[in-house]
């Protein structure tokens, strides 16, 4: 069963730097199934907004411009991690980071229904 699991969220300040990591399992080898991954974020009572995508070979991406310039997404080698590099994080940037896989490419990305699987989030908290 395919899985993405986040970790890397937490308590940072304002102005700080922060890297969100992801990570895909559950793909068999054999399978040649090719999974782009993808991170969005939730801010209370509102919907979850995308933030980047990376597709399976690299060649399809997506960062939102909300956060372009300051959030970077990348890609092991292995394909099975996926980074958000958070710099220069403000009090906004406070919220619940999911990761999400889908077997398409970024296409389709950054609306919700692209993802298939979801992570269970993590938190990151911005602070004075």
């Known amino acids: 069963q395919v899985q993405v699991t986040e970790s890397g969220g937490g308590l940072v300040q304002v102005g700080g730097s922060l890297r969100l990591s992801c990570t895909l399992s559950g793909v068999p080898p054999s399978s040649g199934d090719r999974y782009a991954l993808s991170w969005f974020r939730q801010f209370p009572g509102k919907e979850r907004e995308g933030l980047a995508c990376?597709?399976?070979?690299?060649?399809?991406?997506y960062i939102a411009l909300s956060v372009k310039g300051r959030f970077t997404a990348s890609r092991n080698a292995a394909k099975t991690e996926l980074y958000l590099q958070m710099n220069a994080l403000r009090f906004d940037d406070t919220a619940m980071y999911y990761c999400a896989t889908s077997r398409k490419t970024c296409i389709g990305f950054p609306f919700l229904r692209w993802a298939t699987t979801w992570g269970q989030g993590t938190q990151v908290t911005v602070s004075s």
């Open positions: 990376i597709s399976w070979t690299g060649d399809s991406t």
